[in-house]
């Protein structure tokens, strides 16, 4: 990034800016020439028969879940505990998500993604033309207070410039998940023929 300064009276200056607090998530991968790429050969019966479930919870497992869980309860006790919070607000009726219950939200996520329907609460609505099993789920309500509350990091902990922090344990979880299932080779790309722009 350059950062310049301009005045009438003075010559543009430029300086480069290192963008030092942004961390480098690629620091701990050292390609290894020698080691064999592409899939991990321990899991590759396992992927063979498996299911877009199994595929999900090959990065999405307990240790992922666990951290979601355990810093999303604690993000919503700090919001209850907030000064100023209404006695009619929706976070006043909170209690702890649980693993089942974060299953059901990722369900529920992904079904929005596949079923699109014109408006956000049209997936609650009891109608003929809109009804879903959702509901039978978990309500609207609740659903929107766990979107409200979901969080993957510690503000309590948060460094003062690290744009990044907020989602930094969940990537670094998955990033090693990642490298457990794949390596790669040594040159990739990514590129808009790759990843379609809406």
């Known amino acids: 990034m350059v950062d ?12 480069w800016n290192d963008n030092s607090d942004i961390p480098n ?25 498996a299911s877009p479930f ?31 919070t209404r006695n009619h607000s929706r976070i006043n009726k909170w209690t702890d998500i649980n693993k089942d219950e ?37 309500s609207r309500n609740r659903f929107e207070l766990i979107l409200s509350v979901i969080y993957v990091s510690d503000n309590n902990n948060a460094p003062g410039q690290n744009r990044f922090y907020k989602i930094q344990p969940l990537v670094d979880i998955l990033v090693d998940k990642f490298n457990t299932v794949l390596i790669p080779e040594k040159n990739v790309c990514i590129d808009e023929s790759i990843i379609l722009i809406n």
């Open 25 to 49: 998530i690629n620091s701990n991968i050292i390609f290894n020439p020698h080691d064999s790429t592409g899939i991990n050969t321990d899991i590759i019966d396992t992927i063979n028969s």
């Open 54 to 84: 199994d595929f999900f919870t090959l990065f999405f497992d307990d240790e992922v879940v666990n951290l979601i869980v355990m810093e999303t309860n604690k993000y919503a006790h700090d919001k209850l505990n907030t000064p100023g």
């Open 4 to 15: 310049c300064d301009s005045n009438a009276d003075d010559d543009v200056e430029s300086e």
């Open 102 to 138: 974060l299953h059901e939200f990722f369900r529920i996520i992904m079904w929005m993604g596949l079923v699109k329907i014109p408006s956000f609460s049209h997936y609650w609505k009891t109608s003929v033309l809109y009804k879903s099993e959702i509901p039978f789920y978990m």
